[in-house]
């Protein structure tokens, strides 16, 4: 597993700090100084990651209240021993269906709306097969923490169909998987789907 990078660290770390100093400032000056603190985190990872620190600094204003993870949901959805993935339009590569939970969904409606919306097929989910930091498997998906839930879902029903952010849908092998987009699904994650498959009774893993 990957190391997380040291400036990437100190870069969440103060904006987590300025988010929520924002949230709970008391006068001005805490505002001021809060402030200042989001716009170094912004400096620091636009020096590494090539992106300009002004837009950067815009999406950190955008989050409000305390800082939190983000919580990201894939389903994993077995047929005749093969795993559904969707082709990502993003990068040209295979993950299990899901994305970002939205506000007011709950964890298994958020997993069986994105497994429709991307694939066609309607689900119900079953069990939790793992819940893993998003972001200790490689390069981070975003700058903003996040936490990543595998559900085993039962295929009831519906048919492959593409979307326009996932313009493929198939299943296949285990031991036949295309190329992965490794930050939303990688081999850790499909090896524990395999797991839960082959054993029924197996407990959910977890970072």
Not at 102 to 121: H, K, L, N, W, Y
Not at 186 to 194: C, D, F, I, M, T
């Amino acid at each position: 597993m990957a190391a997380m990078p040291e400036w990437l660290q100190w870069a969440r770390e103060l904006q987590a700090i300025s988010q929520t100093g924002l949230a709970y400032a008391l006068g001005e000056y805490d505002v001021q100084r809060y402030k200042r603190l989001g716009a170094i985190a912004a400096e620091i990872a636009a020096a590494r990651a090539r992106v300009p620190a002004p837009a950067l600094l815009e999406a950190f204003e955008a989050q409000a209240g305390y800082a939190t993870p983000k919580i990201d949901v894939r389903g994993a959805v077995v047929r005749e021993g093969k795993i559904l993935l969707v082709r990502e339009a993003s990068d040209g590569r295979w993950a299990m269906p899901g994305g970002w939970a939205d506000v007011g969904d709950t964890p298994s409606g958020a997993v069986a709306r994105e497994v429709r919306e991307e694939s066609g097929f309607i689900v119900a989910p079953r069990k939790v097969a793992g819940v893993f930091d998003a972001n200790r498997d490689g390069t981070p998906r975003e700058f903003f923490h996040a936490f990543k839930i595998i559900f085993l879902c039962d295929l009831e029903g519906g048919e492959a169909r593409p979307s326009f952010e996932t313009p493929n849908v198939a299943f296949f092998a285990f031991d036949g998987l295309p190329p992965l987009s490794s930050l939303r699904t990688n081999e850790r994650h499909l090896a524990e789907v395999r797991k839960h498959i082959e054993d029924p009774a197996r407990p959910a893993a977890f970072d």
